[in-house]
C-alpha cells in the first residue's frame, strides 16, 4: 500500500511538473507594419522574430520556458500602434514590445505607452535621430533600442555616395513624417557641405493615388537626379510618375527603397541608374545562418530592409529574458546589455548556438550575442553604431558596390563640422 501510494504521488508529481513546463510560456507583444505603406517590411521583420524565437525554443528556451508573440497590425499608422501597444501593455502585460518598423509608428509608441510604463521597446528598423534625442532627454526611461544606425549617420554616407555617383543637382521628394524629414535635414546639411546643390525639396503624404504634381514641382528646376526618400509602394507611384513626365531616370533612394516590390512596380529597365545606402553588416556565422534558412522558414528573402535586423531583435529579447530569468522589464532591460557584453562567449544564431547560449547563461556567465547585422553594442540611449552598404540596382537587381564604415562616417562629419 505504501510502495503504491509513493508511486502514484511519483507519478503525479511527474505529471504537475510537465504540465507546468507546457504552461510556461513568456509573451513578448510584436507590433508591425503589417499592411499600410511599410507593410512589406512589417511582415518580413514579423517572421523574423518569430523565427528567433523558434530558435531559442528549439534551444530549451528561456528557464525551460517558451518565448510567444502576440502580433498585432499598426497598419503602418502611429494611431493604431499606439492603441495595440497599449493593450498588449496594459491588458496582456507583456515586458516587451519589438516594433515599430518606421520611426512614425516607434517613436508614438514609446512616448504614448512604453516609455511611461517602462516596458522594454526594441525597433528593429526605425532609424529617426528623433529616437536617440528623447533617450538624450529622459523620455524612454532607458527602455528603448533598435538594431539599426540612426539617420544622422546614414544622411551623411548618402549625401558622400551620392556625389560620387554624380549627383551635383539633386531634388527631393520625401515623405512628410518625422523619418522623411530628418533624413532630408541630415543628407542636406552632409551634401551641401560636400559641394552639392540641392535645387528643389518637395515632401509627399502617405497612400495618395496619383503624384504627379509632387513629381511635376521636383522636375521644374531641371535636376540631375531625385533623392527619393520613400516607402516601396509611395515610392514606385512616384517613380513612374517622374519617368513618365520626363525626369531623368537617375535615383538615389533610402534603406526601406531596397525592395524587389519597388523595383518590379517601377519597372527593372528604368532603374539601371538607382543608388542607394543601407544599415550595413560586419558578417558573422549568424548571416550566414540567417542568409541559408530565412527565406525557407518565412518565404521572404533575406534581403528585405528589415528582415536580418529583426531576427536580430527577437534573439537579444530572448537572451535577455533567459538572463533575467522571467518576465520583469527593468530586469531585462539590464539583461539586454549583458547578452551583448563585448567580454561574453560569442554567440551566434541558430538552435545549437542559443543552447551553448543558454547553458552559459545557467552557469552565470557572459555571453556576446554576434548577430545577422554583426556584433551588436547599444550605447546609453539603446543606439548602435556600423557601417553602411552602398548599393545599386542592375537589370532587376540590388547589387553592392562598396561599403563606408563606422570611421568613414566620423571622419565625414568630422570634415562637416
Same mark, same amino acid.
Given at each position: 500500500?505504501?510502495?503504491?501510494?509513493?508511486?502514484? /504521488?511519483? !507519478?503525479?508529481? @511527474?505529471?504537475?511538473? *510537465? #504540465?507546468?513546463?507546457? &504552461?510556461? +510560456?513568456?509573451?513578448?507583444?510584436?507590433?508591425?507594419?503589417?499592411?499600410?505603406?511599410?507593410?512589406?517590411?512589417?511582415?518580413?521583420?514579423?517572421?523574423?522574430?518569430?523565427?528567433?524565437?523558434?530558435?531559442?525554443?528549439?534551444?530549451?528556451?528561456?528557464?525551460?520556458?517558451?518565448?510567444?508573440?502576440?502580433?498585432?497590425?499598426?497598419?503602418?499608422?502611429?494611431?493604431?500602434?499606439?492603441?495595440?501597444?497599449?493593450?498588449?501593455?496594459?491588458?496582456?502585460?507583456?515586458?516587451?514590445?519589438?516594433?515599430?518598423?518606421?520611426?512614425?509608428?516607434?517613436?508614438?509608441?514609446?512616448?504614448?505607452?512604453?516609455?511611461?510604463?517602462?516596458?522594454?521597446?526594441? /525597433?528593429? !528598423?526605425?532609424? @529617426?535621430?528623433?529616437? *536617440? #534625442?528623447?533617450?538624450? &532627454?529622459? +523620455?524612454?526611461?532607458?527602455?528603448?533600442?533598435?538594431?539599426?544606425?540612426?539617420?544622422?549617420?546614414?544622411?551623411?554616407?548618402?549625401?558622400?555616395?551620392?556625389?560620387?555617383?554624380?549627383?551635383?543637382?539633386?531634388?527631393?521628394?520625401?515623405?512628410?513624417?518625422?523619418?522623411?524629414?530628418?533624413?532630408?535635414?541630415?543628407?542636406?546639411?552632409?551634401?551641401?557641405?560636400?559641394?552639392?546643390?540641392?535645387?528643389?525639396?518637395?515632401?509627399?503624404?502617405?497612400?495618395?493615388?496619383?503624384?504627379?504634381?509632387?513629381?511635376?514641382?521636383?522636375?521644374?528646376?531641371?535636376?540631375?537626379?531625385?533623392?527619393?526618400?520613400?516607402?516601396?509602394?509611395?515610392?514606385?507611384?512616384? !517613380?513612374?510618375?517622374?519617368?513618365?513626365?520626363?525626369?531623368?531616370?537617375?535615383?538615389?533612394?533610402?534603406?526601406?527603397?531596397?525592395?524587389?516590390?519597388?523595383?518590379?512596380?517601377?519597372?527593372?529597365?528604368?532603374?539601371?541608374?538607382?543608388?542607394?545606402?543601407?544599415?550595413?553588416?560586419?558578417?558573422?556565422?549568424?548571416?550566414?545562418?540567417?542568409?541559408?534558412?530565412?527565406?525557407?522558414?518565412?518565404?521572404?528573402?533575406?534581403?528585405?530592409?528589415?528582415?536580418?535586423?529583426?531576427?536580430?531583435?527577437?534573439?537579444?529579447?530572448?537572451?535577455?529574458?533567459?538572463?533575467?530569468?522571467?518576465?520583469?522589464?527593468?530586469?531585462?532591460?539590464?539583461?539586454?546589455?549583458?547578452?551583448?557584453?563585448?567580454?561574453?562567449?560569442?554567440?551566434?544564431?541558430?538552435?545549437?548556438?542559443?543552447?551553448?547560449?543558454?547553458?552559459?547563461?545557467?552557469?552565470?556567465?557572459?555571453?556576446?550575442?554576434?548577430?545577422?547585422?554583426?556584433?551588436?553594442?547599444?550605447?546609453?540611449?539603446?543606439?548602435?553604431?556600423?557601417?553602411?552598404?552602398?548599393?545599386?540596382?542592375?537589370?532587376?537587381?540590388?547589387?553592392?558596390?562598396?561599403?563606408?564604415?563606422?570611421?568613414?562616417?566620423?571622419?565625414?562629419?568630422?570634415?562637416?563640422?
Amino acid at each position: 500500500m505504501i510502495k503504491t501510494f509513493l508511486a502514484a /504521488s511519483v !507519478a503525479a508529481l @511527474s505529471l504537475s511538473a *510537465t #504540465a507546468s513546463a507546457e &504552461d510556461c +510560456k513568456i509573451t513578448v507583444g510584436v507590433v508591425m507594419e503589417l499592411t499600410g505603406p511599410a507593410g512589406a517590411y512589417g511582415q518580413a521583420g514579423a517572421k523574423s522574430v518569430e523565427m528567433a524565437f523558434r530558435d531559442l525554443n528549439a534551444a530549451g528556451g528561456p528557464k525551460g520556458c517558451q518565448l510567444v508573440t502576440d502580433t498585432r497590425d499598426s497598419q503602418s499608422q502611429g494611431s493604431v500602434a499606439v492603441d495595440a501597444a497599449t493593450q498588449l501593455v496594459q491588458l496582456k502585460k507583456v515586458p516587451v514590445i519589438i516594433g515599430g518598423i518606421i520611426s512614425s509608428v516607434s517613436i508614438p509608441i514609446l512616448t504614448a505607452v512604453t516609455g511611461p510604463s517602462k516596458v522594454v521597446q526594441v /525597433s528593429p !528598423a526605425s532609424s @529617426s535621430p528623433t529616437l *536617440t #534625442a528623447l533617450g538624450r &532627454d529622459g +523620455k524612454t526611461s532607458g527602455m528603448f533600442f533598435r538594431t539599426i544606425t540612426s539617420d544622422a549617420l546614414q544622411g551623411t554616407a548618402a549625401a558622400k555616395y551620392a556625389l560620387d555617383q554624380g549627383f551635383k543637382r539633386i531634388a527631393i521628394i520625401h515623405v512628410n513624417n518625422d523619418f522623411g524629414v530628418n533624413m532630408v535635414n541630415e543628407f542636406s546639411k552632409a551634401y551641401k557641405a560636400l559641394g552639392g546643390e540641392i535645387v528643389n525639396v518637395t515632401p509627399y503624404n502617405e497612400k495618395q493615388a496619383s503624384y504627379s504634381a509632387e513629381a511635376t514641382t521636383a522636375m521644374a528646376s531641371k535636376p540631375d537626379g531625385l533623392y527619393l526618400v520613400a516607402t516601396p509602394v509611395d515610392g514606385a507611384t512616384i !517613380a513612374r510618375a517622374w519617368i513618365q513626365q520626363g525626369g531623368t531616370p537617375k535615383f538615389l533612394l533610402n534603406d526601406g527603397m531596397n525592395s524587389p516590390d519597388f523595383i518590379n512596380a517601377v519597372g527593372a529597365k528604368y532603374l539601371n541608374e538607382a543608388y542607394g545606402t543601407s544599415s550595413g553588416t560586419d558578417a558573422t556565422a549568424s548571416t550566414e545562418y540567417f542568409n541559408a534558412n530565412y527565406k525557407a522558414f518565412s518565404g521572404i528573402d533575406p534581403s528585405n530592409p528589415a528582415a536580418d535586423r529583426a531576427y536580430d531583435a527577437g534573439a537579444i529579447v530572448g537572451l535577455a529574458i533567459a538572463i533575467a530569468g522571467g518576465s520583469d522589464s527593468a530586469a531585462i532591460r539590464d539583461a539586454i546589455f549583458k547578452a551583448t557584453d563585448p567580454n561574453g562567449t560569442p554567440i551566434h544564431a541558430g538552435k545549437d548556438e542559443f543552447a551553448k547560449a543558454l547553458r552559459l547563461i545557467k552557469d552565470g556567465k557572459p555571453i556576446r550575442y554576434e548577430g545577422v547585422i554583426g556584433p551588436v553594442k547599444f550605447d546609453q540611449y539603446g543606439d548602435i553604431t556600423g557601417p553602411f552598404r552602398l548599393w545599386k540596382i542592375a537589370d532587376g537587381q540590388v547589387v553592392t558596390t562598396g561599403e563606408m564604415s563606422t570611421a568613414d562616417i566620423d571622419a565625414l562629419k568630422a570634415k562637416i563640422k
